[in-house]
């Protein structure tokens, strides 16, 4: 079992940040994925950023690119995402994850995180 912990989220104004943190700990393969997914009120889930372990190899949305940015301390077992120039839209439930990968290469069903409010409004 991995256990996740997010904190950072709140209310911002149109073009403000934030930071979101969220801290695994548990049953944790060292090669593994943490990421962050964001559900928008009446729309589906979706990919926001995600981050390996080891070489720290990322991936984002279209939407995101060039304004959010995600990092991680592999001591900490902790990810973080860096929002900036935030836009309404990108109001959401924000939820870490992680997947791990075990030493035979078989990937873990993901564990999500509680979830955490971002709001941008004036």
């Known amino acids: 079992q991995v256990q996740l912990v997010e904190s950072g989220g709140g209310l911002v104004q149109p073009g403000g940040s934030l930071t979101l943190s969220c801290a695994a700990s548990?049953?944790?393969?060292?090669?593994?994925?943490m990421g962050w997914n964001r559900q928008a009120p009446g729309k589906e889930r979706e990919l926001v950023a995600r981050?390996?372990?080891?070489?720290?190899?990322?991936n984002y949305a279209d939407s995101v690119k060039g304004r959010f940015t995600i990092s991680r301390d592999n001591a900490k077992n902790t990810v973080y995402l860096q929002m900036n120039s935030l836009k309404p839209e990108d109001t959401a439930v924000y939820y870490c994850t992680f997947t791990g990968t075990d030493a035979y290469g078989r990937i873990q069903s993901p564990y999500w995180g509680q979830g955490t409010q971002v709001t941008v409004s004036s």
């Open positions: 981050i390996t372990s080891g070489i720290g190899r990322t």
């Open positions: 548990g049953s944790i393969f060292s090669f593994n994925t």
